[in-house]
């Protein structure tokens, strides 16, 4: 079974950069399918980028691609880069894996079974 824990969150002004990083456990994620959510009080978990177990990428239009996904199989670690921050995108960020998936669902939070605990990004203006 699979254990994931982000870091990178943090607080910052709006224009900066932060990576994230997932980092997982007890499984090699090399053939898995990853993405990060992002969740706001309030609110449900929306997606913001996902990778299939072939490295085929997928964005939500929220962010339309804005912040890169991409993993190291070497070091079994996932990666979202987010750069020129904005406040909109203040959230809780989630990692999530599952071994197999298809293509169309990558972006579905229910394609997902295993979470990490998120790390937050907060961003002022």
């Known amino acids: 079974q699979v254990q994931l824990v982000e870091s990178g ?5 709006a ?6 990083s997932c980092v997982a456990s007890g499984d090699t994620i090399s053939r898995h399918c990853m993405a990060w959510f992002r ?6 978990r929306e997606p913001v980028s996902a990778i299939d177990n072939d490295g085929s990428l997928s964005y939500s239009d929220f962010l ?3 912040f890169p996904i991409s993993k190291d199989n070497a070091k079994n670690i996932l990666y979202l880069q987010m ?12 990692c999530a894996t599952e071994p197999v998936c298809q ?8 394609t997902y079974n295993t979470w990490g605990q998120g790390t937050q990004v907060t961003v002022s203006s």
């Open 15 to 20: 224009g900066a950069s932060l990576r994230l």
């Open 103 to 110: 293509y169309w669902r990558l972006l579905l939070q229910g």
């Open 39 to 44: 969740q706001v009080p309030g609110k449900g």
């Open 64 to 66: 339309k691609g804005r």
């Open 83 to 94: 750069n020129s921050l904005t406040p909109e995108t203040t959230a809780m960020y989630y």
């Open 9 to 13: 969150g943090g607080s910052v002004r």
